[in-house]
């Protein structure tokens, strides 16, 4: 039988990895949300799905849905970050587990709350941390199992975004959580889980479009620097067209895991339909790293601010 799904925030930029993941695991999607009606997308991969411009609607359509015992089972969340919590909460109350993109919330608190709901409503949440399931990124893992000491890394991620960024929801830092949320999460999460726990972190610069840090963590030391500002990319970058720079140094060789991301989302809702997602647990501790960049003080003075750049 197939699974049946909802999906809110349909018209962003991450939905189309998700329609494809429920498409290539076989699911059924019923009834989709967004207050932008650029949904074109749905044509090709659900067609018949009911599109919703109000919220309100969408949840009485999906309330019907329950008390006619054919609601849905999952709900995936592909919303503005601020929207997440309120969303993840509408899956429990409607019987459905909830699928959401990173970050699950932004203030960490609430995901204790969010436990609380799971164990009352006897249904489980579960995020997208698709770095995980990358397979060039598990053997490096493995192999760091292997290795002594601390290696010394460093992480660089620049997206060039135009004016519109500013203006839109992801400029808003109450609504998006600000660049080390908004773009850094996923990184974030990367470290986390390849190298442990947080034990001292400095922000060397922190602005509504570039930030930049120092994290000890249990087996690395790393320098960290996220920016939407076209002007830090590297001079090949540039020439060559690019809007993007990534790159993870670890003891000064390049960790590659550029190819590969086609399928990562397919992936995790694989494991996810079996009961082997990413839960509460497993997306905390970035959460919580992120929140406490973007609160924290900015030390050292104008020496400090871009020598995390090459």
């Given at each position: ?118 164990s ?6 579960f ?7 990358h ?13 002594e ?23 808003d ?46 087996n690395?030391n790393v ?40 399928e ?47």
């Amino acid at each position: 039988m197939k699974q049946r799904f909802a999906m809110t925030g349909i018209a962003g930029y991450i939905a189309p990895r998700h329609l494809k993941a429920l498409k290539d695991n076989n699911c059924e999607l019923l009834a989709v949300l967004d207050p932008h009606d650029s949904v074109g997308i749905l044509d090709q991969y659900f067609p018949d799905a009911d599109y919703f411009h109000d919220f309100e609607r969408f949840e009485r359509h999906l309330e019907r849905l329950k008390f006619k015992d054919e609601g849905i089972d999952y709900l995936s969340i592909c919303s503005p970050n601020h929207l997440h919590d309120a969303h993840i909460r509408l899956a429990l109350r409607l019987g459905a587990n909830a699928i959401c993109e990173k970050p699950l919330v932004l203030n960490p608190w609430n995901l204790d709350l969010l436990e609380e709901m799971e164990s009352h409503y006897g249904k489980k949440i579960f995020t997208i941390l698709q770095l995980r399931t990358h397979s060039t990124l598990i053997d490096f893992k493995e192999n760091l199992k292997r290795d002594e000491g601390k290696k010394n890394v460093e992480l660089t991620y620049i997206t060039s975004r135009g004016n519109w960024y500013r203006f839109s929801w992801k400029g808003d830092n109450s609504k998006s959580g600000g660049v080390t949320t908004n773009i850094g999460i996923h990184l974030f999460d990367l470290l986390l889980w390849l190298f442990g726990g947080v034990e001292k972190s400095e922000v060397y610069l922190s602005t509504d479009i570039t930030a930049s840090g120092f994290l000890e963590l249990k087996n690395a030391n790393v320098k960290w620097f996220l920016s939407i500002d076209g002007k830090y990319l590297p001079e090949n970058v540039k020439k060559q067209d690019r809007k993007t720079f990534r790159s993870i140094t670890v003891d000064d060789n390049e960790l590659e895991f550029s190819e590969g991301f086609t399928e990562l989302h397919t992936k995790v809702y694989k494991a996810t339909l079996a009961g082997k997602g990413f839960t509460i647990s497993d997306a905390r501790p970035s959460i919580e790293l992120a929140y406490n960049i973007r609160n924290s003080r900015v030390v050292g003075g104008k020496e400090n601010k871009h020598k995390l750049l090459r």
